[in-house]
């Protein structure tokens, strides 16, 4: 991997997360959507040494049109790329009683991981 490429998925999933209209990064479908290096994940983006690939999960309703976020996602993200080409995934749009659902999830497994030490 081209140097630097944790750096710049850590980054860009900061952007991203604080992004108007976006609500978490995504996992993947198949296998799981995350950069690697030395130990470290940083889940919802794939950094290699020619693109960035975002996967995002937005809220519902949408504060705009799905190709205007997008356009704007490039745009904030593209400065975080390092020169690489920026791929967008929107994997889901979320309401308030899945956002609900997910937080209660996240916490119940982080519950689990302090009660017995795994996931």
């Avoid at 690697?36 to 950094?47: C, L, M, T």
């Avoid at 519902?60 to 975080?80: F, Q």
Wanted: proline share 3%.
């Amino acid at each position: 991997m081209a140097e630097g490429t944790l750096q710049t998925a850590r980054a860009v999933r900061e952007a991203a997360l604080a992004a108007d209209g976006v609500f978490e990064l995504g996992k993947g479908l198949f296998v799981e959507a995350a950069t690697y290096d030395g130990g470290e994940k940083v889940s919802g983006v794939v950094v290699d040494d020619d693109s960035v690939e975002v996967h995002l999960v937005l809220d519902y309703p949408l504060v705009k049109p799905i190709p205007e976020i997008g356009k704007d996602l490039k745009r904030t993200l593209g400065s975080k790329s390092g020169g690489r080409t920026m791929n967008l995934i929107f994997e889901d749009v979320v309401d308030e009683e899945e956002k609900a659902a997910r937080r209660a999830e996240a916490a119940r497994q982080a519950n689990d991981v302090q009660t017995n030490g795994t996931d």
